[in-house]
């Protein structure tokens, strides 16, 4: 019999980018993936923990799923991913709904997993790895748009920011074999894709040596590139403390690398910089923007911010609104600090910034990056855009969506374009999340 799994993510890119490891390890084994949750015989909901208000949703959507279990007794309900690999056994004891509970680094122990949770027992495996990378398994694509794709290069952490349950639960970092990632990307491009984006938790320590080859990330990403000049590549996420010279060149020298950079400032202040433990200063980080903005002129920088934390002062907090307007961040993802139980801040320092004053720095935050943001695609109106057509637009099919090479969404009249084309679009006006244009 053919059993159908319905696969729930939540979290960051690579956590996408897991589901579809998943998908493929189950496939393998003749599962099938379903996309509606009522038809499933397994659920799985692949987790995040890297705020606390991440696991409360999950605990929420167990709560509103449990009336299928009375409903299918024999629906199996699996936790995956970083919640399972932070709270293991206790899953099961917090909620009796939950049979499986499988780590980030357990998923090719999935089939023999559900094979216990069938014959009625709980089954758990968080065991973290070394050398895990899934490098070997071809994702198979969840909602895929068939234009783009997440493509994992790496696994797991070295990093100790203070703040961060990652490396706990993700564990020791690990880059995956280069040869399986070029094999996967050409063969996505040859069945259509046009856009990958490079996943890992700090994209520039990628490291590979095997077989007297040495590769850093700066020549992945220009391999990458070499595929073909039709591809686009975008990677996430780089660390202030390691992006280097070097690579911004390599981006330069290639059209198809993305003119976009993910670079989490986290603060703007030194002293809270340090008691995250990010290795670098507000000044290394300028230097890092100056950079960027000398080696690749017109490209985009977004950036992560998280207020509140420990011992955070208003003028620390005053030095991060500064260091965003100074950098004039084009996107950001903002955060109150939610202190993650057994990190080193948690064990270390107080989470001392009381819940009103993290609320009104984070909404002053927002207000600043809205601005920003805005500024930013007020100065593309006038300016012509190569775009990649990913789909019709939400709103209308007589309109295509597709993102400049700086990630901004552009939505503009389709004439006789198709996903997978690319477009020169002259932007004519904004609204407050995309440009608008049309073809040029
Ligand atoms: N509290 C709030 N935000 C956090 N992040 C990571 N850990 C925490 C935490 N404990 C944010 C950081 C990171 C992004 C993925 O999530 O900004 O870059
Ligand atoms: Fe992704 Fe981190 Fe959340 Fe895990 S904890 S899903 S690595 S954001």
């Known amino acids: ?39 499933a015989d397994i659920i799985l909901i692949n987790t995040c923990s890297v ?22 007794r024999g629906l199996i309900v699996g ?11 206790k899953v099961i004891e917090t909620d009796q709904l939950v049979d499986i509970v499988a780590g980030p680094d357990a998923y090719r ?3 023999s997993l559900i094979e216990e949770a069938q014959a009625g027992h709980k089954a758990v495996n968080v065991l973290l790895s070394r ?43 690990r880059s995956r074999d280069p040869e399986s990632i070029l094999r996967e990307i050409a063969e996505l491009f040859d069945s259509g894709y046009r856009e990958v984006t490079l996943l890992g938790q700090n994209v520039d320590s990628y490291k590979w040596s095997g077989g007297g080859n040495n590769l850093d990330f700066s020549q992945l990403i220009e391999k990458t590139a070499q595929i073909d000049p039709l591809l686009r590549v975008r990677f996430s996420t780089s660390h202030p403390k390691d992006i280097s010279d070097d690579l911004l060149r390599t981006i330069a020298r290639y059209e198809n690398i993305c003119r976009h950079i993910h670079l989490p400032a986290q603060s703007g202040s030194n002293r809270i910089l340090k008691l995250m433990n990010r290795e670098y200063t507000r000044e290394d980080f300028m230097s890092r923007i100056e950079s960027i903005r000398n080696i690749l002129p017109g490209c985009s920088v977004s950036t992560d911010i998280i ?7 208003e003028e620390d907090h005053e030095e991060t609104l500064s260091l965003m307007k100074w950098a004039g961040f084009d996107f950001a993802y903002m955060f109150k600090y939610s202190e993650r139980p057994g990190t080193r801040a948690a064990r270390r320092l107080k989470d001392d910034v009381p819940e009103k004053i993290k609320i009104k720095r984070l909404n002053e935050i927002i207000k600043l ?16 855009f190569e775009v990649l057509v990913e789909g019709f637009s939400k709103r209308s099919d007589d309109y295509l969506t597709g993102r400049t090479s700086q990630n901004k969404v552009v939505v503009f009249p389709k004439e006789d374009k198709k996903k997978g084309d690319y477009v020169r679009v002259i932007i004519e006006g904004c609204t407050s999340a995309t440009l608008k244009g049309k073809i040029i």
């Open 131 to 173: 050398e895990e990378t899934y490098g070997d398994i071809k994702p198979v694509r969840l909602d895929a748009d068939g234009v783009t794709a997440f493509v994992s290069i790496m696994r797991g952490c070295n990093n100790m920011c203070s703040y961060c349950v990652v490396p706990y639960v993700r564990g020791a970092e």
């Open 51 to 72: 705020r606390d208000n991440a696991e409360q949703r999950i605990w929420g959507r167990l709560n509103a799923i449990r009336h299928l279990k009375r409903k299918n």
């Open 369 to 384: 990056q809205n601005s920003l943001s805005e500024k930013s695609k007020r100065n593309d109106v006038g300016k012509v």
């Open 79 to 89: 936790l995956i991913g970083c919640m399972a690999e932070r709270l293991k056994k």
């Open 109 to 111: 122990q999935l089939p």
């Open 307 to 313: 207020t509140g934390f420990c011992t955070e002062t």
């Open 1 to 39: 019999m053919l059993e159908n799994v319905f696969i729930e993510t939540y979290g960051c890119q690579m956590n996408v980018a897991d589901s579809e490891v998943v998908a493929s390890i189950l496939a393998e084994k003749g599962f099938k993936s379903c996309t509606d949750i009522g038809e």
